[in-house]
C-alpha cells in the first residue's frame, strides 16, 4: 500500500531535502494541468501602532490642580483571574476578585490610605464598656444600585449570610463570637450586635471587605443580582478576563468622576505593562520591580510608590514533616539573607521583615532583635533535628502570589544551599496555585495586606481562620489571643499582642523576610492616584473612585 | 472512477489515524499513571480524596467504557468539560479557535503570495547576487526555532530598534476584532518568516526546472514574448508542486502556533493548549490536542489528494 | 533508478559510487574479517568508506566549513565555558537587571545572577539534551525503517501504520501531550523528542532501504542463507549512511529548536538551571531594560541552529555531487 502511494508521505524537512538534493524534479513530483497560480504581490501589511506618543512629564504629580474633571473611561490592568471568578461580594479570594469586590460593594466601615478607620456606610459604632454589645447606626439617605435604600434589614441579612456556613464566607471567621440569634434592629438606622464573648475589636469585623452589606434577598448569579452600594456598577461580567463598570450616580462617597471603568485582567506582566505602554490602558496595578526602568523611560508615565505593611511570607505547614520540629521552622528563618532577599528579588522594594506581621499594630515588638542570617546556627539546629546536609523541600510558588514571589523563591533556595538544605523551586500556574491544594502545600508562599494583628489572626493563624496555611497551633498562643480579644485597656491588650507575637517570634511558622512597598504605573492621562498603606492587589489600593481624567 | 477510489481510500485512512490518536490522547492523559485525579489534587492527594475525585471525574469505570464515552461526546460535537473554567471546552475554545484561525490565515495570505514572488524571482535569476541572497536567507530562517525568530522580531520592532507595535498581544475583548488587527501583526510576521523558506525554495527549484523545460524552450523558439512566456507557461507550471507545499505548510501551522501564540500571548488554541496544561485541565487539553491533529492530518491529506489530482501519473498508476 | 518512479524520501543507492575518483583500485581483494564471510568484501571496504567519502566531500563547500565553524564555536563554548564563567551562575554579585559593569560584563539576570556566566553554562543542556534525543531518535527510526523496508509487507504496512499515528502530531504537541501527564522530566523530554523523530526518520530508512534491497550483494548475501536481521545491519545500513547522516542534521535542528522552546515554555530545564531556552523566558520581563540577558542566549541559539543547517545543507550538496560524479540521476 505505501508502496502504490509511491511517494512517501511528506515532511516539510523532507521536502526540502529533496530541493537540496537537487533531486526535486517537477515530473517526479507531478505533472499538471495549468493551474492558474494565485499571483498577487502582497507587501506584508504594515500599520504603525500608535505608540503612546506622551504626555507632557513623565513625574507628575498624582494629583490634578483644580477640581477632577469628569467624564471619560478608566482603563485599568490588574492580575489574572479565573473562570471561576465571581461577584458575590462577601466570597472574595483572589487578588482579582478582591480588586473587583471593592468597585462594587462597601462594609460598614474601611481603612484609609495611611491605615486609618473611616466610616462608610455606618455613620458611628459604639461598643459597651466590656465590648460585648455593639450598637451601628447606619447612614441616612443610603440606597443600593438598584434604588433600594440601605436598611438595618439589609445589614442583619448580609450578617446572617456571611455566617451561614452554605456561603463559606471568609469573613466568617472575623464573626466567630457573633451568631445569627444576635442581631437586633433597633430601628431602620440601627442594628445591634451582642456577641456571645466580649471582642474589643469587632471594629475590626465591622470593616473587613468581605464582610460586606448586600440587599435582602441577594443572590447573585454572575453579574446578575450583584448588587452593592460601591462607586461602581458592574456593566460586563466576563469572569478571567475583564469586567465592565459604569458610575454609580448616587454613590454615598466622593466620586466617581468617570463615566465608566474596566479592568482588564491580565496574568502576564509583560503583558500588563505593555497594556500600558501601548496605550490599551491607563493605569497596571502591582508593576513589578524589573519594569519601573522601563516605565520612567516612556514618555508620560508615571511610577506611584506605597510603603505598605503588605507581605508576602513563606509558608511552612507545621503538622507536615520536616516543619513539625521547630527547630527546622528556626532553621529555615535564619537561612534567609533579608537584605539580600529584598535587594536581588524586590529590587531593593520593600523594608526589613521580622517574621512577624502586623508591623503597625501598637503591640508589635520592637525591641525583639532583628533576626539575620546566621548559616552555622541554622545548620547547627538542623543537625539537631536530625538532617545533616540531607534535608530536601520542595518549595510550591506562582506568579499569583506576586511577580517577585517566584524570584524570592529562587533567593531563598540559593541561599539555603549555604545550609545543606536543597530546595527544589516548583513554580505552578495560578489556577493550580489558589486550586483544590490551596492550604495543603507543604512549603509555599502567600500575600498579604496590612492588618493589625488580631484581626491578622482571625483570619491567618487562628484555629478557625479561613486562611491558615501553616496550619499553626498552639495552645499558650491562643489563650493569650483570646484574652486579648476580650481586653478592653488598649495598653494591657497591646502587651497581650507582644506575647503573642513573640511566641510566633520563636517558634511561629511564617518566614517574612521583608514587607512590602508597592508600586503601580500609569500615564500622565490619569490623576487622583494616591499612595495607600493597604498592601495587597495595588499601590493605591484600586480606588478608582478617586481617579479623573486630566 | 479509480480516481475517486484512492481518494475515498485516503479520506477513510486518514480517519482511521485519526481514530487511533484519539486512543493514543486519551490513553496519555486519562490512563497512564498521574491520571486526571491526581493530576487535580496534586501531592496533597490522600486515598480518600482521589477515590471521590475518581468517582466524580468517571474514571472508575473501564477505561474501554471511559474512552468509549468520550469519543461518543467527541463525535457529537461534545467536547466535556473544562476543569478550570466549568464550562464546556467548546464555549471556552470557541473563541480562541477563531482568534488563531484569523492568525493562520493572516500569515498564510501573506507568505503565500510572498514566497511565491521571491521564490520565482530567485529562480529567474538564478545564481545571481538577488538569488544568492535568497538561499542564504532562507537556510538561515529554516534553521531557526519560530520562538527565536518571534523574539528577534520582538528586539527589532517592539523594543529594542523601532517600537512600532506591542510585543505582546493584549486583546480587549469588547472590542471588535477588527479594530484589533495590529495584535496580529507580530504572531503572523513570525509565522511568515517560519514557513516562507520552504516555499521560496520548492518554487525556485520548480522554477528552474520550468524555464529549462522544453515546454519552455519551444515558446521562447515561437517567438513568445519574455514576460508572455513566464506569465502564461513558467510561473503557472511553476506554481503546480508547491500546491502540495502550502498545504504541509498549512499542516504545520497546526503546530507552529502553539510556540509562536505563546511568545506573544496571543490568545489562540496554541496558547490555550499551554495554559491548559498548565492547569491541568484535562478534558481541554484532550479537546486541542485532538482537533491540532485532526489539522495535522486533513492538511496532510490535503496535501496528498492535491498531488494526486494534478499528477496524471499518479491518478493512473495505481497497482 | 527510472526517472519516471517517483522519488522515495531516501537516499540513491549509493553502493554504486564503490568507483569514486578516490578509490583506491589498487587494493587487494582480501577477505574482510569480522564482517560473517560475506562475497564482494571489495565492494565493503570501499562502501564503508563511504560516508568518510561524504564527509570529505562536503568540506569542500564553503557553508559547511561555516556551518561547521559555527558549530563548533557553539560546543567549545558549551563545553568549556564554564571554566571561564567570572562568577557561579548561581551567586548573587549584581543588582537585578543591572546594567553591564566591571563585575558583570553582560549585566545581571532577573534576581541579579551575572549573565555571562549564566551563558557560559546554558548551553551544556541543549546541545547534550538535543543530540541525545536526535541519537534516539536515529536509532528507532533507522531500526524501524530497515526494518519497514526490508520486512514482509505486512510487517512493513503495520509498522508505517502506527508510524502514521505518530506522525499525525506536530512534534511539539505531542511531547508536550506526554510532558503534560508526566511533567518536565529530562529523560522524558529526549524519550519523546526522539519518539517524535522516529517516525520522519524511519520514512527515510525505509526508502533507502527499498532501493539498497535490490542491490547485488543483498541478493548476494541472501543466497548465503544469512539472517535477513544481519544483512539489515552489515549489507543495507552500510549503504544508506549517506542520506541518514543528512537526516541527522537535519533532525538535530529540530531538535535543538524543540528543546529550547520546551524550556522556554516552562516545560524543559527548571529554574535556576542555567539554560538559554530557560534564560530567554525568565529575562523577558526586563526585555526593555537589560537586553543582554535575552539576545544573547538567543543569538547563540540562532548560531547553533543556523550552523547544524549550514553543515547539513552542505552535506546534502556533496551527496548530490557524489551522485553526478557517477552518473547516478
Same mark, same amino acid.
Given at each position: 500500500m505505501s508502496d502504490q502511494e509511491g511517494k512517501e508521505g511528506f515532511d516539510l524537512s523532507q521536502v526540502d531535502r529533496l530541493i537540496n538534493e537537487h533531486r526535486f524534479t517537477r515530473r517526479n513530483l507531478l505533472q499538471g494541468a495549468l493551474a492558474a497560480g494565485a499571483f498577487a504581490a502582497l507587501g506584508p501589511v504594515l500599520s504603525a501602532c500608535g505608540s503612546s506618543s506622551g504626555g507632557t512629564s513623565s513625574s507628575g504629580s498624582p494629583t490634578a490642580a483644580g477640581a477632577p474633571k469628569k467624564g471619560g473611561a478608566i482603563k485599568s490592568a490588574i492580575g489574572g483571574g479565573s473562570a471561576k471568578d465571581t461577584l458575590d461580594g462577601q466570597i472574595p479570594t483572589s487578588e482579582t476578585q478582591i480588586g473587583t469586590q471593592w468597585q462594587v460593594y462597601d462594609a460598614l466601615m474601611d481603612w484609609d490610605q495611611n491605615h486609618k478607620l473611616v466610616m462608610t456606610l455606618a455613620d458611628s459604632y459604639e461598643p459597651n464598656k466590656d465590648g460585648s454589645v455593639w450598637t451601628v447606626k447606619l447612614k441616612p439617605g443610603l440606597t443600593f444600585h438598584n434604588g433600594k435604600s440601605v436598611t438595618a434589614d439589609d445589614v442583619i441579612f448580609s450578617y446572617k449570610r456571611i455566617l451561614n456556613p452554605k456561603t463559606a464566607a471568609p469573613g466568617a471567621s472575623t464573626l466567630s463570637m457573633l451568631k445569627p440569634s444576635g442581631m437586633k434592629k433597633i430601628d431602620d438606622l440601627t442594628v445591634q450586635f451582642t456577641l456571645e464573648s466580649p471582642s474589643v475589636i469587632f471594629y475590626e469585623a465591622l470593616a473587613y471587605y468581605p464582610n460586606a452589606i448586600v440587599p435582602e434577598g441577594y443572590n447573585p448569579q454572575g453579574m446578575t &443580582? /450583584?448588587? &452593592?452600594? &460601591?462607586p461602581w456598577i458592574p456593566t460586563n461580567f466576563q469572569p478571567g478576563q475583564q469586567v465592565e463598570f459604569k458610575a454609580n450616580p448616587n454613590y454615598w462617597g466622593t466620586g466617581p468622576y468617570a463615566d465608566t471603568l474596566t479592568m482588564y485582567e491580565i496574568a502576564d506582566p509583560s503583558a500588563k505593562l505593555n497594556a500600558l505602554l501601548g496605550g490599551t490602558v491607563d493605569h497596571m496595578t502591582l508593576l513589578d520591580s524589573s519594569q519601573v526602568s522601563a516605565v520612567k523611560a516612556a514618555t508620560g508615565m508615571n511610577v506611584l510608590q506605597a510603603k505598605t505593611g503588605g507581605w508576602w511570607p513563606f509558608t511552612m505547614r507545621m503538622d507536615q514533616k520536616p516543619f513539625t520540629d521547630a527547630r527546622v521552622r528556626q532553621a529555615f528563618r535564619l537561612i534567609v539573607d533579608r537584605n539580600q532577599m529584598i535587594e536581588q528579588a524586590l529590587g531593593s522594594y520593600g523594608w526589613v521583615g !521580622? $517574621?512577624?506581621? @502586623? +508591623?503597625? $499594630? +501598637?503591640?508589635? +515588638?520592637? $525591641?525583639?532583635p532583628q533576626r539575620a542570617a546566621d548559616i552555622a546556627q541554622a545548620k547547627s539546629l538542623l543537625k539537631q533535628a536530625g538532617y545533616d546536609n540531607d534535608l530536601t523541600v520542595t518549595l510550591t510558588t506562582s506568579t499569583a502570589v506576586s511577580a517577585a514571589a517566584p524570584n524570592m523563591a529562587q533567593v531563598f533556595a540559593q541561599q539555603a544551599k549555604a545550609a545543606g538544605v536543597t530546595v527544589n523551586v516548583d513554580k505552578v500556574d495560578p489556577s493550580v496555585f489558589y486550586g483544590n491544594n490551596y492550604l495543603k502545600w507543604t512549603f509555599a508562599q502567600d500575600f498579604w495586606a496590612t492588618r493589625n494583628y488580631l484581626p491578622q489572626v482571625q483570619v491567618g493563624? @487562628? +484555629? !478557625? /481562620?479561613?486562611?491558615n496555611e501553616c496550619h499553626w497551633k498552639n495552645a499558650q498562643w491562643w489563650s493569650i489571643v483570646s484574652q486579648a480579644l476580650k481586653t478592653v485597656d488598649d495598653t494591657a491588650r497591646a502587651a497581650l499582642i507582644k506575647q503573642a507575637s513573640t511566641i510566633e517570634y520563636q517558634q511561629g511558622a511564617y518566614i517574612i523576610p521583608a514587607f512590602n512597598v508597592l508600586l503601580d504605573a500609569y500615564s500622565s492621562k490619569i490623576a487622583g492616584l494616591q499612595p495607600d498603606t493597604w498592601g495587597a492587589n495595588s499601590a493605591c489600593r484600586c480606588r478608582y473612585n478617586l481617579m479623573s481624567l486630566v | 472512477m479509480p480516481l475517486v477510489k484512492i481518494i475515498v481510500r485516503r479520506v477513510l485512512l486518514g480517519l482511521l489515524t485519526l481514530l487511533l490518536v484519539s486512543v493514543l490522547v486519551f490513553a496519555a492523559t486519562q490512563t497512564l499513571p498521574g491520571d486526571t485525579a491526581r493530576a487535580i489534587l496534586?501531592?496533597? =492527594?490522600?486515598p480518600a480524596t482521589l477515590k471521590a475525585m475518581r468517582q466524580e471525574l468517571g474514571l472508575d469505570r473501564p477505561a474501554i467504557v471511559q474512552y468509549g464515552s468520550w469519543l461518543g461526546g467527541v463525535v457529537r460535537g461534545n467536547l466535556g468539560e473544562s476543569l478550570a473554567a466549568k464550562a464546556p471546552v467548546t464555549r471556552v475554545i470557541g473563541t480562541r479557535v477563531r482568534n488563531s484561525a484569523v492568525l493562520v490565515l493572516v500569515a498564510a495570505l501573506i507568505s503565500i503570495p510572498l514566497s511565491i514572488l521571491i521564490g520565482s524571482l530567485s529562480g529567474l535569476f538564478r545564481d545571481r547576487p538577488f538569488d544568492s541572497t535568497t538561499s542564504l536567507g532562507t537556510l538561515g530562517l529554516a534553521a531557526l526555532p519560530e520562538f527565536v525568530i518571534g523574539i528577534l522580531l520582538i528586539g527589532l520592532l =517592539?523594543?529594542?530598534? *523601532?517600537?512600532? *507595535?506591542?510585543a505582546v498581544s493584549v486583546v480587549q475583548p469588547n472590542v471588535p476584532f477588527t479594530d484589533q488587527l495590529n495584535i496580529l501583526i507580530l504572531p503572523a510576521a513570525t509565522l511568515v518568516l517560519a514557513t516562507s523558506p520552504y516555499i521560496v525554495r520548492i518554487l525556485r527549484a520548480s522554477m528552474i526546472e520550468v524555464l529549462e523545460s522544453e515546454y519552455v524552450q519551444m515558446a521562447r523558439l515561437k517567438g513568445m514574448p519574455e514576460k508572455t512566456v513566464l506569465r502564461r507557461h513558467a510561473l503557472p507550471n511553476a506554481i503546480i508542486p508547491t500546491i502540495q507545499v502550502i498545504a504541509l505548510n498549512l499542516a504545520w501551522l497546526a503546530g507552529g502556533v502553539v510556540v509562536v501564540e505563546y511568545v506573544f500571548n496571543y490568545p489562540g488554541i496554541g496558547l490555550g493548549l499551554i495554559d491548559a496544561i498548565n492547569n491541568r485541565d484535562v478534558p481541554e487539553i484532550q479537546a486541542i490536542v485532538l482537533l491540532i491533529a485532526a489539522l495535522y492530518v486533513g492538511f496532510n491529506l490535503l496535501a496528498d489528494i492535491l498531488t494526486i489530482l494534478v499528477s496524471p501519473r499518479l491518478r493512473t498508476g495505481l497497482q | 533508478m527510472s526517472p519516471d518512479e517517483l522519488v522515495p524520501a531516501g537516499g540513491p543507492p549509493l553502493s554504486d559510487l564503490d568507483l569514486g575518483p578516490d578509490e583506491d583500485l589498487a587494493e587487494p581483494l582480501e577477505p574482510q574479517l569480522g564482517r560473517g564471510g560475506d562475497m564482494a568484501p571489495a565492494s565493503a571496504k570501499r562502501r564503508r568508506r563511504e560516508w568518510v567519502q561524504l564527509l570529505f566531500d562536503a568540506l569542500h563547500y564553503r557553508r559547511t566549513q561555516i556551518g561547521l565553524a559555527l558549530c563548533l564555536f557553539i560546543v567549545v563554548m558549551a563545553a568549556f565555558g564554564p571554566l571561564f564563567a567570572p562568577h557561579s551562575p548561581y551567586a548573587f554579585v549584581t543588582a537585578p537587571f543591572a546594567k553591564p559593569s566591571a563585575t558583570a560584563p553582560l549585566g545581571g539576570d532577573v534576581i541579579g545572577r551575572d549573565v555571562l556566566s549564566r551563558v557560559l553554562y546554558g548551553g551544556r543542556s541543549v546541545l547534550i539534551l538535543a543530540i541525545l534525543a536526535t541519537a534516539l531518535g536515529m536509532a528507532m527510526g533507522v531500526s524501524l525503517g530497515l526494518a519497514a523496508g526490508y520486512a514482509r509487507q505486512t510487517v512493513d504496512d503495520v509498522i508505517m501504520r502506527l508510524l502514521d499515528v505518530l506522525l499525525a502530531f506536530p512534534q511539539i504537541v505531542f511531547v508536550l501531550l506526554l510532558v503534560s501527564v508526566l511533567g518536565p522530566r529530562l529523560w522524558l523530554i529526549v524519550l519523546t523528542v526522539g519518539l517524535s523523530h522516529a517516525p520522519r526518520i524511519a520514512r527515510v530508512a525505509r526508502g533507502a532501504t527499498l532501493e539498497v534491497k535490490e542491490r547485488d550483494f543483498v541478493k548476494a548475501a541472501e543466497s548465503l542463507g544469512l539472517s535477513r536481521v544481519r544483512i539489515a545491519f552489515t549489507e543495507i545500513l552500510p549503504n544508506i549512511t549517506s542520506p541518514l547522516l543528512v537526516e541527522f542534521g537535519l533532525r538535530l535542528t529540530y531538535s535543538i529548536g524543540l528543546i529550547a522552546a520546551l524550556s522556554f515554555m516552562g516545560f524543559g530545564m527548571q529554574p535556576p538551571a542555567c539554560d538559554w531556552g530557560l534564560m530567554i523566558n525568565e529575562n523577558r520581563i526586563g526585555i526593555l531594560v537589560q537586553p543582554y540577558s535575552i539576545f544573547v542566549p538567543v543569538a547563540l541559539i540562532a548560531i547553533l541552529t543556523i550552523g547544524v543547517n549550514l553543515a547539513t545543507d552542505g552535506l546534502s550538496h556533496a551527496m548530490i555531487g557524489l551522485e553526478r560524479d557517477t552518473g547516478v540521476s
Open positions: &443580582g /450583584a448588587i &452593592g452600594t &460601591g !521580622n $517574621d512577624m506581621y @502586623a +508591623p503597625y $499594630d +501598637p503591640g508589635y +515588638p520592637t $525591641d525583639l493563624t @487562628a +484555629p !478557625n /481562620a479561613p486562611w | 496534586g501531592k496533597s =492527594a490522600t =517592539a523594543t529594542q530598534v *523601532f517600537h512600532w *507595535f506591542p | -
